[in-house]
């Protein structure tokens, strides 16, 4: 009977461990992402992970390097005034 509860008991601390595990290591690794690719001027639009500080080709698909502010405009705005849709 001993042996039940003590198999009982352990299972539950390490399920309630495994449950409290922490987000932030992800966060942290996402903030300093986002750190070492905000100086770089080019970006792949096909590969958003080849970037450059001057103009080139993407060297996995060898498309031309969009500056990263076209890229983040285009993005981020989508004008739907100029569509003629008739719902």
Do not use: W
């Amino acid at each position: 009977m001993r042996k039940l509860i003590y198999s009982i008991a352990i299972m539950v601390l390490l399920f309630s461990a495994a449950c409290n595990s922490s987000e932030k290591p992800a966060e942290a690794k996402t903030d300093s992402l986002t750190s070492q690719t905000a100086g770089v001027g080019y970006t792949c639009p096909m590969h958003p992970e080849i970037t450059s500080d001057k103009p080139g080709t993407c060297s996995i698909c060898k498309m031309d390097l969009v500056k990263d502010s076209d890229i983040k405009s285009d993005s981020m705005m989508t004008d739907s005034s100029s569509h003629d849709h008739k719902h």
